[in-house]
Structures are given as structure tokens and as C-alpha cells.
């Protein structure tokens, strides 16, 4: 397959000025006196190295000042790396700096051409699709008035307007939702969704974890200007979220006992709590059910959803129940079978609370000698959340730095 994007041991040096003159007066006088302006050098990129087949979506994430637009602007064309090489294959539509592009004197009407010319469109090309740009911008009669007297959300509208009608390629786009009101970022969104859909490869920044793990399916964590790790989209956002709190779930403190186990189930998508008030919650003394239980073994079994859950395999478990993808594909996998009324019928009871036996009845269709040595003593006692976490821990071996081991299915027939 041929590579979207290559990047080769790329880095960026910039010369920064040791220190700045605050005067012209103080110029002229160090001018004269023979001193000469001391610089330093800053590596805003160093050794990123990468490739990119057809399909990507890639998102970018680090704090401020990691090399994030820098990146962007190497593989967009606007700056040339230092060292290394990048490689691009295909037409490309940066939406990058807010007016970038754009000349403030001119009026909106005037910088859709401007702009879509940079971007490589014909005039031709901009008359037929104006009528497009202006009634997504939104911006009505302020299209025909200067630039500068635009807010940065109407120069964000204009641009991501314009940018979206290139039919390129590749779609970078760096921080852009995060400005303008929520409507128009939620049309954003959608619009990215739609280009996405259409086969458009997608590069993207931004501080919104939530909004890499929707758009893209590989990640690129920066820091420093150096590549911190590179993969599975999701897999990246949550370590990046572990990495920088002191505790991803606010009623689990440091010192709490299972912290590093229940921290360990988020960072494998096992689980995402709940939401409280706008904080993260984990519960760990609450009672698992048999569905809650059904998701946590799917998803850290990776298990694959039934295409269609029509006629599933409980009659107490209709196809629109929030845990009736993973109830179905415990039941395919053999890990769970239910129970029989006697007239054909079978029942999960998806509400029942799930004692520590139960689960270990199901974990020894998938290892028992691994059980064994894992839990050599198991309760009849009610399954807690936190208990939940630290048997996963333990049996599956997660960690906080490694995939998790396993992923296929090997339990026993029904």
C-alpha cells in the first residue's frame, strides 16, 4: 500500500535571541560599542520519525510548546525541517493558523479567493463552490465587510469554510474546534465526520482527548519536540490522561489500595467510570452486575460485537439493552450460557448482582490454571467494582504501560 505520509528522523531548529534589545536606541548603541546579539538554539521538533498509510486519521497530542504545529507546518509545507526528510502523497488542506492566508484588508468575499487560489483552487473552481463556503461560514453581510473587523470565531468560520471545499487529500487541522460558539463547532464536527466518511485522511491537533478518541484511530504523543509513543488512538489518550493526573477517577486518592489496578482498567478501555458533576467516578465499592460484568470481559477480551442482535441468545435481553453487544458475545464465546426455563427459554438476569465465585466460574473457561495461581482463594461474597479491578489486574496482567495479554477467545461451548 502505498504510504500517505512518511516522516524520517525530522527535526526542527529555531534560533532564539538570548537577549532581545527593548529600544532602538539600545540597538544602535550596542551596535556602535561592537557587541554582537548572542543566540541559542531550540529544538522545537528532534528525531520524529513515522508512517502513514491511506485511511489515517491521525491525531497529535502534548502540552504546549511538545512541537505540535511545528509538526503540522513540516508536513503541510510551510517550513522545511532542519534534518530529515517528510514525504507527502497527496493534496493537502492546512487549516492551521487562524488567518493564515488571509489579508485583513480585503473582505471576506475577496479572501475566498485569495485563499482558495493558495489552497490551489481555480477561480472557476471558488465561483462554484462560493455559494457553499458562504452558507456554511455563516457569516451573512459580514462577508462583504474587511477582515479586520472580524472576531477570531468569524475568521475561524471563514477559514474552516473554505478549507473543507479543497476536496484534498489530506485534512490537517489544528485546534479549530476548540474556537468559535459550540454551534458552529458542532457543525465543524460533523462536517469533518462527513469528509472523513468520504475518504479524506485526517491530521489532527488538540487538547480535547474526547474529541482524538472520536475522530482519529492512531494517535502521536509529543513532548519536547520528541516522540513519546505512537499507536492505537485510544490506547495513547488514556495513558496521556493517566500520565498527567494524579488520579484519573476523583474518589480514588493516591493512597487507595487498588488505585493501580482500577487506573490500570481505565488505561485499557476496560472501563470509563461515570460522570458526576462534571468528575470522573469509579465507585469502587459498588455491586457489579451480571451486564456491567459482561461489558468489563468484552472489552478487555476484545472481543468482536454480533452483527446483528435481533433474536439474541436471552429473551430477557432485548437488542436495544446498553449491554446487549457484549451479553451476546460472551454467550457466542462460551464464557457465559444462562439459564434454562425449560421450555426452550434462556435468561441472563442482566440487574442481578454478580458474587466473586461467578465471575471465577468464567474465568476458568478461559485459564484455569492461570486462575489457580491468580486467586487461589475466591469468595462467595458480592462482587465489588474495586474487587472487579484488582482480579482483572491480576488475571489478565494489566499494567500501565503494556497491552493487555490475550484477546482471544477461549471458552468453552455453551
Excluded at 548603541?29 to 538554539?41: M, N, S, T
Excluded at 460533523?190 to 475518504?199: F, L, Q
Excluded at 460472551?330 to 426455563?341: F, I, N, Q, R
Excluded at 421450555?343 to 486462575?371: M, Q, T
Aim: proline share 3%.
Amino acid at each position: 500500500m502505498e504510504e500517505l505520509l512518511e516522516l524520517t528522523n525530522v527535526s526542527v531548529k529555531y534560533r532564539l535571541t538570548a537577549e532581545a534589545p527593548k529600544t532602538l536606541q539600545e540597538v544602535i548603541v550596542r551596535r556602535l560599542k561592537g557587541k554582537k546579539a548572542q543566540f541559542k538554539d531550540f529544538w522545537a521538533l528532534r528525531n520524529v520519525s513515522l508512517s502513514l498509510s491511506k485511511g489515517a486519521k491521525l491525531g497529535i497530542i502534548g502540552v504546549n510548546g511538545s512541537g505540535k504545529s511545528t509538526l503540522l507546518k513540516v508536513i503541510a509545507g510551510i517550513i522545511k525541517p532542519t534534518e530529515g526528510e517528510a514525504r507527502v502523497n497527496g493534496i493537502i488542506a492546512p487549516l492551521i493558523e487562524l488567518g493564515a492566508g488571509f489579508d485583513f484588508e480585503l473582505t471576506g468575499t475577496e479572501n475566498v479567493y485569495l485563499n482558495g487560489s493558495i489552497l490551489g483552487l481555480s477561480r472557476k473552481q471558488i465561483d462554484s463552490k462560493m455559494d457553499n463556503i458562504l452558507e456554511f461560514s455563516g457569516l451573512g453581510p459580514f462577508i462583504h465587510a474587511p477582515l479586520r473587523s472580524y472576531s477570531s470565531g468569524m475568521i475561524a468560520r471563514l477559514a474552516f469554510s473554505i478549507a473543507v471545499e479543497v476536496n484534498a487529500d489530506i485534512l490537517i487541522v489544528d485546534e479549530v474546534l476548540s474556537v468559535g460558539d459550540e454551534g458552529f463547532r458542532k457543525k465543524c464536527r460533523e462536517k469533518i465526520d462527513e469528509i472523513i466518511a468520504a475518504g479524506t485522511n485526517l491530521l489532527f491537533v488538540s487538547h480535547s482527548l474526547a474529541d482524538v478518541q472520536r475522530l482519529c484511530n492512531t494517535a502521536l504523543w509529543l513532548d519536547k519536540g520528541r516522540v513519546v509513543e505512537f499507536g492505537d488512538a485510544d490506547r495513547i489518550c488514556r495513558r496521556y490522561l493517566v500520565y498527567f493526573d494524579e488520579t484519573v477517577f476523583a474518589d480514588i486518592p493516591q493512597e487507595h489500595p487498588s488505585r493501580e489496578a482500577i487506573d490500570a482498567m481505565f488505561m485499557h478501555g476496560v472501563t470509563n467510570g461515570y460522570e458526576v458533576n462534571g468528575r470522573r467516578v469509579f465507585n469502587p465499592d459498588n455491586s457489579v452486575s451480571r451486564a456491567e460484568l459482561a461489558v468489563f470481559l468484552s472489552r478487555v477480551l476484545k472481543l468482536e460485537m454480533p452483527h446483528s442482535l435481533t433474536g439474541g441468545p436471552f429473551k430477557d435481553v432485548s437488542s436495544s439493552h446498553w449491554a446487549a453487544g457484549s451479553i451476546a458475545a460472551l454467550h457466542d464465546c462460551g464464557l457465559v450460557a444462562g439459564t434454562s426455563d425449560g421450555e426452550g427459554n434462556r435468561f441472563f438476569f442482566p440487574h442481578d448482582y454478580v458474587r466473586a465465585s461467578d465471575l471465577a466460574e468464567i474465568l476458568s473457561r478461559i485459564d484455569e490454571e492461570k486462575l489457580r495461581a491468580t486467586l487461589p482463594v475466591v469468595s462467595d461474597e458480592l462482587l465489588t467494582r474495586g474487587a472487579t479491578a484488582e482480579i482483572f489486574y491480576r488475571f489478565f496482567s494489566l499494567s500501565n504501560d503494556q497491552n493487555i495479554v490475550g484477546g482471544e477467545c477461549h471458552g468453552a461451548s455453551a
